[in-house]
């Protein structure tokens, strides 16, 4: 079996829901490509920090005026200090990694760079475990 299956949960519906693939698998390198330029389509704000544009005022700043930034950039300096202060908490957005998805539908082709990893040994095996214990005595 390849891809995704799942158990009947419904009388309605078909014992098992399977990935068939009836398409040749694509090469690793080629589906790590197609989700990067797809990355970089989709950037937007919520991934770049806040402060990002007051620390470029600042940077700016100090390559204006080597000699003399502790005096002409104190304003871009403590503008970029209170940002960071405002927004210590900041994190970046959640995203949803496409890569493993794609990769436990299994839709990528085995090559010697790129294998999947062997399936856990409970999911492969099925039965009861009985602890060995000394036989009685008598």
């Not at 014992?15 to 950037?43: A, D, N, V």
């Not at 949803?96 to 436990?104: F, G, N």
Request: positive net charge; hydrophobic residues 30%; proline residues 9%.
């Amino acid at each position: 079996m390849n891809g995704c299956s799942k158990r009947k949960s419904h009388r309605l519906l078909n014992p098992c829901f399977e990935l068939r693939q009836s398409f040749p698998k694509i090469q690793h390198w080629q589906g790590t490509e197609i989700l990067h330029r797809l990355k970089q389509k989709e950037k937007d704000a919520a991934v770049i920090h806040p402060c990002i544009d007051t620390w470029g005022v600042y940077v700016q700043c100090l390559r204006r005026y080597p000699a003399t930034s502790a005096s002409r950039c104190r304003v871009e300096g403590d503008r970029h200090t209170r940002c960071l202060q405002q927004n210590g908490r900041w994190k970046p957005s959640d995203s949803l990694e496409a890569q493993k998805l794609l990769e436990m539908f299994q839709v990528f082709n085995e090559t010697s760079r790129f294998k999947y990893p062997p399936r856990p040994v409970p999911e492969l095996v099925r039965g009861c475990a009985f602890p060995f214990s000394s036989p009685p005595k008598k």
